[in-house]
């Protein structure tokens, strides 16, 4: 009987072995020569002092916002504005690859499809595997008429966007720290932390992941007031430093493929007739107000501008719960309050100070 | 078996050739790039046979091995020939994966014959909208085959090490499948996304990866290194169930 049981020995060591492995696998590796200190200032220089480099890696993003998941097979498909709350909700995997400022490319991972925004030059083309259509933008030649926001960009910002436009919000209002080092793609990284001292805002604290030898940031962290877990973060899994293959930029779209042709985001002439979008509607008597200040503040857009599409207001309904004097969309870091008489107000506050706002007007 | 499943691409490129066209963004993927090029029937019959009919040969396959033998009666035979358990078993997991690599690559090759064969065959557009020649289209659409392969050889495991337990092939057969079936149901419950990663089946999709450009290898490792693990595990389980099964009395 004694035998019988010994050799079932191998049967168990080798499980064990595995679940050892695993388990060493899932810990996060020690960190290797320890960062230099450095205090906030030198960890900012070191961001600024970065130049746009040529790269090619993997982001994965994650959101835990509290929104409720959108069916896979119903997004993306159909609709841009789903596609582009599909991004807000659950992970994405994307490669970027950049040369330089003119040449960039976003592959958005979605299972057996995938979602490609390529700029190459001036030519800037969208393409996506699902419906199999492409959409291209020409952009002036004049480096002048160059659009601030390149729209090749907007599908999933890269973590050096976000960080610089994270870092554009620091004020007196915000207690910004370097706290432990971590590791971001293998890289050692400073961790720039920053907290409001407010405490009206929904906003907990947000950490950049800075690399230490080049400054370019890693990953953005976003974490809701009273959670743990961070509610939204976009990081490098890997990165490579070094021009990417020439070809990865080249795109012509492929035979069959719907091609729609954008026109150029004109942000100087808003007169354009044809367009009677989000432009036009932002600019003069309309604009959105502004209360408080910092972390607190609150924008109430006027009724009518943000008239939401048709499709859209179906997931509107379903993603909003009635409260006092309107619909309420409550995510983690933002809460959403459209008023019964059009107006919407926005804010990263509680519910209450979204109202107390909306009464003052 | 190899006929029946050689029979989704053919039902496949079959339909859609008797069929008006297909909107994009409907029916299992690439349906609608079939009209416009015969290799992707081979894709799309790969994307309709993995959830269930890959598994249920496979499992049909793995479950029979040695409780096949059991249950005929053979295996006692088997044993007293001077081979030794261990050869057995590894003989046996070996058959089952010669079948496992052979499924996928029936699967792909028919497909994308009956594919040229009734519809045009040109340049193949991948996932990021780049084009690739038809040459380079059939290596991807191997090494799609060879993904699936490996990600095959975990459920052939757990089916070697079912059938070691039991004299009844049916029931080895039956709990195999309905552990790839159960598997599936748990990947698809966001509350469980802990347990992700660990199941089996959870890579068996992402073999579009190897549809970019450029190719994204990291799911074609981190698959093959669960599968493996997968191997090792059950593999483990079964020597040791059937090294001290009583099989002679």
């Known amino acids: 009987m004694n035998r019988k049981w010994l050799r079932w020995l191998p049967a168990v060591a080798v499980p064990a072995v595995i679940a050892a492995g695993a388990l060493a696998g899932s810990l996060p590796a020690s960190a290797g020569d320890p960062l230099p200190p450095k205090t906030p200032e030198q960890v900012l220089q070191l961001i600024a002092q970065h130049r746009e480099p040529a790269l090619s890696g993997t982001l994965e993003q994650s959101s835990e916002l509290g929104l409720p998941g959108l069916p896979k097979s119903a997004a993306g498909s159909d609709s841009s504005s789903n596609a582009w709350l599909e991004l807000l909700t659950g992970p994405h995997t994307a490669r970027v690859y950049r040369d330089g400022p003119d040449n960039a490319r976003i592959q958005v991972m979605d299972r057996l499809a995938e979602r490609n925004a390529i700029r190459h030059g001036n030519e800037v083309w969208f393409y996506n595997s699902k419906d199999n259509t492409a959409s291209h933008v020409q952009l002036p030649t004049d480096a002048a008429g160059r659009p601030q926001h390149d729209s090749a960009r907007d599908v999933t910002a890269t973590p050096d966007q976000l960080a610089a436009m994270l870092l554009a919000k620091i004020e007196p209002g915000t207690e910004v720290k370097v706290g432990a080092d971590v590791q971001v793609a293998g890289r050692a990284a400073y961790n720039l932390v920053l907290t409001p001292k407010s405490d009206a805002t929904l906003v907990g604290s947000i950490a950049v992941a800075v690399d230490g030898q080049t400054g370019l940031p890693l990953g953005v962290e976003v974490t809701a007031r009273g959670q743990s877990d961070p509610a939204f973060r976009v990081a490098y899994t890997s990165l490579t430093l070094g021009a990417p293959d020439a070809s990865v930029f080249a795109f012509s779209p492929p035979p069959g493929a719907t091609v729609e042709e954008l026109p150029v985001p004109e942000h100087k002439h808003a007169n354009d007739a044809g367009k009677a979008t989000a432009p036009a509607a932002k600019d003069g008597a309309r604009k959105p107000a502004v209360t408080g200040s910092g972390w607190d503040s609150v924008v109430e857009f006027p009724a009518g501008t943000t008239a939401p599409a048709s499709d859209a207001t179906a997931l509107l309904e379903q993603a909003t719960v009635p409260v006092q004097g309107g619909r309420l969309l409550s995510t983690a870091l933002v809460n959403v309050l459209v008023l019964d008489d059009g107006r919407v107000v926005v804010g990263s506050v509680p519910v209450e100070r979204l109202q107390a706002a909306a009464a003052q007007k | ?249």
């Open chain 2, 1 to 249: 078996m190899l006929c029946a499943l050689a029979a989704i691409p053919v039902l496949i490129s079959v339909a859609v050739r008797v069929s008006s066209a297909v909107p994009p963004g409907r029916g299992p993927a690439f349906l609608d790039r079939i009209a416009q090029n015969g290799l992707f029937v081979g894709v799309t019959a790969l994307v309709v046979s993995v959830p269930l009919f890959l598994p249920l040969t496979v499992g049909v396959v793995a479950g029979d091995t040695i409780a096949g033998e059991a249950g005929q009666g053979t295996l006692r035979y088997l044993l007293v020939a001077p081979a030794g358990r261990i050869r057995l078993l590894i003989v046996k997991y070996a058959g089952t994966a010669l079948f496992v690599v052979v499924a996928p690559l029936v699967v792909a090759l028919t497909g994308a014959g009956i594919g040229s064969a009734l519809f045009p065959v040109g340049p193949v557009t991948l996932l990021s909208g780049d084009t690739i020649g038809p040459g380079e289209a059939v290596v991807r659409l191997l090494l799609i085959a060879a993904y699936l392969a490996v990600s095959l050889l975990g459920l052939s495991a757990i089916g070697l090490f079912i059938s070691t337990l039991t004299d009844v092939p049916v029931g080895a057969m039956a709990a195999t499948v309905v552990l790839s079936v159960v598997a599936q149901v748990l990947d698809a419950l966001p509350q469980l996304e802990w347990l992700h990663p660990w199941l089996f089946s959870h890579y068996w999709l992402d073999f579009g990866d190897l549809l970019r450009q450029p190719v994204s290898w990291d799911s074609f490792a981190v698959n093959a290194l669960l599968q493996g693990g997968y191997i090792a595990f059950f593999g483990a389980l079964a020597y040791g169930r059937f090294i001290t099964k009583d099989v002679l009395s």
